[in-house]
């Protein structure tokens, strides 16, 4: 097996999805959690940003190339090649629908006042419950998102909507089908084993 080691800052972020499908598999690894030196760790990382995933030693960038990369060697991409573009296609809707919670409510200076009526006014009536109710009524009559085996985009909804509800907690009130899938992917041994012992963080 390569030797993996997986560099990120101390937070969930952009690494957690590659740690939990490292979780999923079993498969070990280094979690190199950058702390305090990051003017001198960016210069030895390609594109200067992180995650960085070092594969007996050859660095692999992006997030979700990562994520992907790693997802394989657990086995949660599928075989055919349509089912594996339907996990990427949602999980770059996913990653769409994070990235503008997180510029916009999580990381912006508004007050927070106004950053709940963002939330409650525009993003979760435009943007999160569409994509809610067409994933509530896919996943009302299959067991996982792409078939009947459990993939990384199963591993994706999982995490991105458990996040979300430390933000809206009632986010999943109306979408039965994907608290399911939520609470099925969370009540995994190797899932669980993972949530139990990884670093404590805020994001
Ligand atoms: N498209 C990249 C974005 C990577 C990115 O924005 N990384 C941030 C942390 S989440 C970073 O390295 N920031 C520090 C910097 O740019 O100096 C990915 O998905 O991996």
Redesign the pocket.
Same mark, same amino acid.
């Given at each position: 097996m390569p030797e993996y080691k997986l560099i990120y800052?101390n937070m969930k %972020?952009?690494a957690e999805l590659a740690r939990w499908c490292f979780a999923y598999g079993g498969i070990p690894y280094i979690d190199d959690r950058i702390d305090g030196n990051w003017a001198e760790r960016?210069k030895e990382m390609p594109g %200067?940003?992180?995650?960085v995933l070092m594969v007996n030693g050859k660095p692999l960038?992006?997030?979700?190339a990562i994520a992907r990369y790693v997802a394989k060697q657990a086995g949660l991409v599928p075989e055919d090649d349509l089912e594996a573009a339907g996990c990427d296609a949602i999980v770059d809707a996913l990653q769409g629908i994070m990235a503008e919670v997180y510029q916009k409510v999580v990381r912006s200076n508004a007050e927070p006042a106004e950053k709940q009526r963002l939330m409650k006014e525009e993003i979760l009536p435009n943007k999160i419950n569409p994509f809610l109710n067409r994933l509530n009524e896919r996943l009302s009559t299959r067991e996982w998102f792409i078939s009947d085996k459990i993939t990384w985009a199963d591993l994706n909804i999982a995490l991105s909507f458990a996040s979300l509800t430390s933000f809206v907690l009632d986010v999943l009130k109306d979408y039965p089908a994907v608290k399911k899938l939520v609470e099925k992917v969370h009540s995994l041994d190797s899932i669980k084993k993972w949530l139990s012992t990884r670093p404590v963080t805020e994001n």
């Open positions: 800052f %972020g952009r960016k %200067g940003q992180v995650p960038s992006e997030s979700l």
